[in-house]
T-cell receptor, first 108, second 113 residues
Framework: TQLLEQSPQFLSIQEGENLTVYCNSSSVFSSLQWYRQEPGEGPVLLVTVVTGGEVKKLKRLTFQFGDARKDSSLHITAAQPGDTGLYLCAGRNNDMRFGAGTRLTVKP | EAQVTQNPRYLITVTGKKLTVTCSQNMNHEYMSWYRQDPGLGLRQIYYSMNVEVTDKGDVPEGYKVSRKEKRNFPLILESPSPNQTSLYFC????????????FGDGTRLSIL
């Protein structure tokens, strides 16, 4: 059983569409990070959220940390083929636990 | 350039033949860790090290060993590899501070026949 459940597991959309992916847990985290991983490479950090209810924007990406610090979402506006990749969330307390990821494909 | 370097990138070997995957970082990070990534299971931590000569088990340590004799290096050792250790392995390092990101290597794909 995953400590962090990410949904959907796979998502395939057309260029220009909006999408939201989710990261849910029954555990409270002191912080949560989102990473993006491309084929043949390791994950790369996108953002860290710390405060319950926090919203951070990174260009077309909007990250939200749930009020109870148990869940998070990533919204992408007007997706582009360059957004294609595996999106991983990771929750931190004393250690860091990763979700299984959402594999996003954006078709031109 | 700040980086985490893993070698080899790919390895096909046979059951029982000892192997070592090396990991080196040039960022003077105290914290280093090893993960394996399997479909549907995400990244699972094998071992981590808070500093030189300090190592601890992660979630899936069975069948693996590590050492941290120098700050920059954190090799992963499979003394007697088995097919269930076929996976994609990542080494990562992190600076001090709870909110620092982990910097990952590009991965090592191991196939144990």
């Amino acid at each position: 059983t995953q400590l962090l459940e990410q949904s959907p597991q796979f998502l395939s959309i057309q260029e220009g569409e909006n999408l939201t992916v989710y990261c849910n847990s029954s555990s409270v985290f002191s912080s949560l990070q989102w990473y993006r991983q491309e084929p043949g490479e390791g994950p790369v950090l996108l953002v860290t959220v710390v405060t319950g209810g926090e919203v951070k924007k990174l260009k077309r990406l909007t990250f939200q940390f749930g009020d109870a610090r148990k869940d998070s979402s990533l919204h992408i506006t007007a997706a582009q083929p360059g957004d294609t990749g595996l999106y991983l969330c990771a929750g931190r307390n004393n250690d860091m636990r990763f979700g299984a990821g959402t594999r996003l494909t954006v078709k031109p | 350039e700040a980086q985490v370097t893993q070698n080899p990138r790919y390895l096909i070997t046979v059951t029982g033949k000892k192997l070592t995957v090396t990991c080196s970082q040039n960022m003077n990070h105290e914290y280093m860790s090893w993960y394996r990534q399997d479909p549907g299971l995400g990244l699972r931590q094998i071992y981590y090290s808070m500093n030189v000569e300090v190592t601890d088990k992660g979630d899936v340590p069975e069948g693996y060993k590590v050492s941290r004799k120098e700050k920059r290096n954190f090799p992963l050792i499979l003394e007697s590899p088995s097919p269930n250790q076929t996976s994609l392995y990542f080494c990562a390092s992190k600076g001090q501070g709870a909110f620092q990101p982990q910097h990952f290597g590009d991965g090592t794909r191991l196939s144990i026949l």
